[in-house]
């Protein structure tokens, strides 16, 4: 059974940092693009980063480019996120998700992610 779990969430203050780790089982994670999506309270789930299956490519949402920063590794099957001056507007609960099919490219639509994890919250208070 293919699955996600999402590790690393809790509570920073502002302009600190935090790494959010996501490990797959259950599928060739070296396959697979891998994403980051949040929830804030009230507000849709929005893309945050992606990472193509070679970790050659990346993405990422205006709202964190320069502060966050996505990897990957296949040996250990885990896409990481490092979170860095973190303000009270990346307070969400963050998802890791991934395509159904391997090989693919690196999209931010939300309906392209077809395996997600429960999530982990992450707070940043002032």
């Known amino acids: 059974q293919e699955q996600l779990v999402e590790s690393g969430g809790g509570l920073v203050q502002v302009g600190g940092s935090l790494r959010l780790s996501c490990t797959t089982s259950g599928r060739d994670f070296s396959r697979y693009t891998m994403g980051w999506f949040r929830q804030a309270p009230g507000k849709e789930r929005e893309f945050v980063s992606a990472?193509?299956?070679?970790?050659?490519?990346?993405d990422y949402a205006d709202s964190v480019k320069g502060r966050f920063t996505i990897s990957r590794d296949n040996d250990k099957d885990t896409v990481y996120l490092q979170m860095n001056d973190v303000n009270p507007e990346d307070t969400a609960v963050y998802y890791c998700?991934?395509?159904?099919?391997?090989?693919?490219?690196?999209?931010?639509?939300?309906?392209?992610?077809?395996?997600w994890g429960q999530g982990t919250q992450v707070t940043v208070s002032a």
């Open positions: 998700a991934s395509p159904l099919t391997a090989w693919g490219s690196l999209p931010r639509n939300e309906a392209a992610f077809g395996l």
């Open positions: 990472i193509s299956w070679s970790g050659g490519s990346r």
